[in-house]
């Protein structure tokens, strides 16, 4: 689908497009550019580094750029003649280096497209390495798919290059002033970065086999000694056995930064550089153990695992125990599937309670609770001065909070497409950006997301992303309603009676009408109905009037309130009613069979809270 210019100003006039005209992308990243004031009028970039500063640029990616550099130069034959240009720029969007067809550079720059240009979208908008830099996958961006009229000229596409843990280290991007390359420039461009990325993953090994031959001669010399070995990143590589008894599985070689002894109770006490040939490859660290028992995370015991809640007799039950207990053993992300009021968030707990994370936070989040605009703020966290209102040192975020233990995504179904673009670069790159905020933060979460909701009907109807989709139904767990499980309604009773000290019998006949009712709220409900009966009660033994407008004849099976029960408390009937539909006024109408617009003259005339 051709994209025409009216198409782009209408957009950046009116903020209107056709959707089914723009890849999902694309259209993403207008929202984003539009979002952050891009000027779509922008017809020459305008900051552009110093000599001086692209040189430090250059020196802080010399990896980057003698890796690159081969592959680079291996492309000069396909280049003549073509008008296109390459170009690689750093982690952050700063153009290192250009190299092609001299006329093209020249008309590059002419729009002050050259070395030392800094692209991003929250300055330039829309453009094939700034929005890969955004979504850290390859992209094409062709004409007017830039938000930019200065770019409207051009056709680039772009592929990140990635290290071996995954961060991003650069982009790489072939542009031209001509269409004909349309097909081949982005496949070019995904074949090479990838080239790179073996390339930096062989010379990243032979580094590592380097740290590790000198650290094997020098540990047989000092066995006493608490040593660490981390690459120059900081990753960790090794360790001595007396650090590794301490650190077990908690740590793991090359993909964890060092930051994290402390988080299992190991401080750094003295860092040496190892260098090689004038060559930095990594850092020697002496290590001590902090105070006993500190920051330490503890082993799971299997035989110990603990439901939060009552455990129920069902078969239907006893399943979902069993993948608790299997979610809880490994670390993976869970998506739990059921009705309101089945017990998503006891399940949660139950598997963060069980696993090697018990020890550090389980922090709940509510994706339906929240506006858009503060959602993200609520998720990432916010930089100092990020808004009005902010607070003076800034917040941490949920991830942040997070970190190390399990975050709960509830009504995940709820959370807006615009943010789960956002959670779906987190889970990829275990990394936040508060708001406001330019460097990522790392962030080791366990994620376990919830909702009433069929995610796969949501996919179908466009409502909810197909990879984020894939990405948290690694591993899932049904819980059935209770009305599937009905022969665990006595020992949820017992339950009740057990944890609020309602120290009674209770009758027989009436836990018949608790196991022949439907329970739409399922548990949720039923304790809710407990908790009203012990009130009415006065903590004595329930008796049937505490609860017959519930358990009549005619709605043991049906949602419909008997009005014989309470034909001269119309008022009690109207609240049970409002109960029982959750505060739809519509639909608590029809359960008591009154027209809308009375129960509305009657909601007010009796004064009743609908929520």
């Known amino acids: 689908m051709i994209i025409t210019k009216s198409i782009w100003r209408r957009f950046v006039e009116e903020g209107v497009v056709d959707t089914s005209r723009l890849s999902n992308r694309i259209l993403e990243s207008w929202y984003r550019s539009k979002k952050n004031n891009v000027n779509p009028y ?110 409207h000229n051009w056709t680039c596409s772009a592929a990140p290059i990635k290290n071996n843990q995954g961060k991003l ?6 542009s031209t002033t001509r269409r004909q390359l349309d097909l081949k420039m982005l496949s070019i461009a995904v074949s090479t970065a990838y080239a790179i990325e073996l390339q930096w993953k062989l010379h990243q090994e032979n580094e590592i086999l380097e ?74 660290i002496l290590v001590a153990k902090k105070h006993e028992n500190k920051g330490k995370l503890q082993v799971n015991n299997e035989s110990a695992f ?20 299997k979610a809880a053993k490994a670390d993976i992300t869970v998506y739990i599937h059921g009705e309101s009021g089945t017990g998503k968030e006891n399940a949660a707990k139950t598997i963060h309670l069980n696993s090697n994370r018990k020890n550090k936070p389980f922090i709940v989040v509510n994706c339906g609770s929240f506006p858009e605009h503060l959602l993200e703020s609520e998720l990432f966290g916010y930089e100092e001065g990020a808004f009005t209102g902010a607070r003076k040192n800034g917040h941490k975020g949920k991830f942040e909070q997070a970190n190390g233990g399990t975050l709960f995504l509830d009504e995940i179904g709820d959370m807006p497409l615009s943010m789960q673009v956002a959670l779906l670069r987190v889970l990829q790159e275990r990394e936040v950006v508060p708001v406001g905020g330019s460097e990522a933060r790392f962030v080791d979460v366990r994620i376990v997301t919830a909702t009433n909701k069929r995610l796969e009907r949501l996919v179908e109807e466009g409502k909810f992303r197909k990879d984020l989709f894939y990405r948290l139904n690694v ?82 099976r049906t949602n419909s309130i008997s009005l014989n029960h309470y034909k001269n408390n119309e008022k009690e009937k109207m609240i049970i009613a409002l109960e029982q539909a959750e505060g739809n006024v519509t639909k608590a109408a029809g359960l008591i069979e009154m027209p809308v617009s009375t129960f509305y003259r009657k909601l007010n005339k009796y004064k009743i809270a609908r929520g």
């Open 42 to 151: 922008l017809e020459k970039v305008a900051n552009i580094l110093s000599n001086e500063d692209l040189m430090k640029k250059r020196e802080e990616n010399n990896r980057l750029l003698q890796l690159a550099g081969p592959y680079i130069r291996s492309l000069d034959g396909f280049l003549k003649g073509t008008g296109a240009i390459l170009i690689l720029a750093d982690s952050e969007g700063y153009v290192l280096n250009g190299h092609g067809e001299e006329k093209t550079i020249q008309f590059a720059m002419d729009y002050n497209i050259i070395n030392g240009v800094k692209w991003n979208e929250k300055e330039l908008g829309t453009s094939a390495i700034a929005t890969a830099l955004e979504i850290k996958e390859p992209i094409h961006v062709t004409g007017v798919e830039h938000f930019s009229k200065a770019f």
């Open 169 to 174: 280290v650069g982009v790489l991007a072939i």
């Open 211 to 284: 740290l590790l031959k000198l650290f094997y001669n020098k540990s047989e010399k000092n066995p006493q000694h608490s040593v660490v070995i981390c690459d120059r990143d900081d990753y960790f590589i090794t360790a001595n056995s007396s650090v590794l008894d301490m650190i077990k599985d908690e740590i793991k070689e090359y993909k964890t930064q060092i930051s994290k002894l402390e988080e299992i109770g190991l401080k750094e006490m003295k860092r040496v550089p190892i260098l090689m040939n004038g060559k930095l490859y990594g850092y020697e």
């Open 306 to 325: 603990e439901f939060v809640g009552k455990e129920g007799k069902s078969e239907k039950f006893k399943k979902v125990i069993n993948n608790l207990k």
């Open 475 to 556: 591993f899932n767990i049904d819980l059935p309603a209770l009305r599937e499980r009905k022969e665990d309604i006595p020992s949820l009773v017992d339950y009740f009676l057990t944890t609020k000290n309602w120290n009674v019998t209770f009758p027989a006949h009436l836990l018949d009408c608790f196991v022949n009712y439907h329970w739409p709220g399922n548990i949720r409900e039923l304790f809710n109905v407990l908790e009203k009966m012990k009130v009415l009660a006065e903590d004595g033994e329930p008796q049937s009037h505490h609860f017959t407008p519930y358990f009549s004849q005619g709605n043991m």
